[in-house]
């Protein structure tokens, strides 16, 4: 995406007042923000919401956005994780062009900032356990107590901290602490971590650390070293921001940055933690982290969301100051949004029954043609095989129906979508009494689908010349969470997991023209909903997931929540 100012971004927010006013007020030439992923997991739908803000904020206003990742912890981070997050930001459309950075490509900077905080008297080094520091720590209520270690001299936590760098102890054995205040009210002022020991080999930097900075240590900081003007995270960072302005206004940092914090999404039927995220991927309840159930950007991706419909969402949900649940509803309704307008129509039966046109010359075909989307003339039309023997939906017929059902049924004419209209005059059956056939005549006047008469049969069905079709597998998915709060009201959020999220369907045919699908492109299978060809199709042998159904439940919710107000 292009960078160029644009003083009037589309839509406002507090932050865009905030960046606004900062420039007309001269306190920034220009505005730097940046996303700082922590390459532990892959980025989901709630990462988008930053990504967007981030990215967003700078394009409108002229500025840049960093790519910067939190890598602090290599315990938990990995190079696949960067490379996931590198490629998703990429699809979700932006491009962080040459301003990539790592919080490790700071550990030295970081290391020496460390040892004037200990010079300063305002860092020392703590032989206190993990488990005496909790204790030493205090609650909400009761203030916290001295470690014995705080009042040891600069010379000597110099000196232990360089030795904690060469790697003389073990894991858990000390760590460095900024010099606050045990009493402060801030729980976070209560003398934080600045490092720790960990031997452990780092993605980036290998084994040349076994000292690693806190999140809190590393990530102002960086922020200043990248020249970060407004730097915007979630809520709950607001507490560390005391903390955040403490090491800037105690560091020769090359630039003054300030944190602002947003509501986080949170969406109905969806888990958006990593750590739960990994969980699943672990314990096998999905095929990976681009499970086409997952909230990943790279499981959406699978299931079919064009970036565009994530995107839209982004900006119908905006940024606010107050946390709140997103109904997921929104987010299919902006993609729904996006497929109706752009995706091609196709013909796929996923519960085939034969259809058998008695009067149609055996072994004839001709071709039809059908429009690729009603929505969009420019979208063309393509020519789909019809034949004697054709393939319908097993639901779109029924031998003894109800009232209320307008579709195929014995003595009943009914229009095949852009062919002719056929009526059923036999039903045959199996040994086992199964319905395997059914046997219609069509009416050759009707070709395109209207009749010269001007009688308009009341079901218009989608169908499959069965001489062509392709076999197909397809995935039909629900919410991957049945209750809209996963693990609310205190039950174990693994019990809300649905046991039907995901339906894999054999034996369903797709047109010829789906036979080698583009992977990731969604079409609309009329009727059925928008589906993607996965990457585990084969040429000959696809396989689609159903992005969404056509059904846009949005209003319906809107509408509930409305009543529910009331
Ligand atoms: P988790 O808590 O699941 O580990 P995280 O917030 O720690 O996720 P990071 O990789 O640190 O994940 O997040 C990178 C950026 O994305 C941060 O600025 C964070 O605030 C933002 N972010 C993460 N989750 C959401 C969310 N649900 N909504 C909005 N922004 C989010
Ligand atoms: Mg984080």
Redo the contacts with the bound molecule.
Sequence with gaps: MNTHANPQPERTDFIRDIVAADLREGHHQTVVTR????P??YLHI??A??ICLNFGVAQEFGGHCNLRF?DTNPQKEEQEYIDSIEADVRWLGFDWGEYLYFASDNFEQLYEWALVLIRDGKAYVDDLSADEIREYRGTLTEPGTDSPWRDRSAEESSDLFARMRAGEFPNGSRVLRAKIDMAAPNINLRDPILYRILHSEHPRTGDAWCVYPTYDFAHGQSDAIEGITHSL??LEFQDHRPLYDWFLENLPVPSRPHQYEFA???LTHTV????VLLRLVNEGYVRGWDDARMPTLSGLRRRGFPAQGIRDFAAMIGVARADSVVEVEMLEHAVRDVLNRTALRRFAVVDPIKLVIENYPEGQTEELEVPNNPEDPSAGTRRVPFTRELWIEHDDFMEDPPKKFFRLAPGREVRLRSAYFVTCHEVVRDGEGAIVELRCTYDPGTRGGAAPDGRRPKATLHWLSAATAVPAEVRLYEHLFVDAFPGADGRDLFDDINPESETVRTGCFVEPCMGDPEIGRTVQFERLGYFCADPDSAPGAPAFNRTLTLRDTWARVQAQGRQDAE
């Design positions: 996303f700082p992923p922590e532990n997991g709630g990462h919401k930053s939190d995270c979630t986080r999404l949170n958006l933690s990593k750590r």
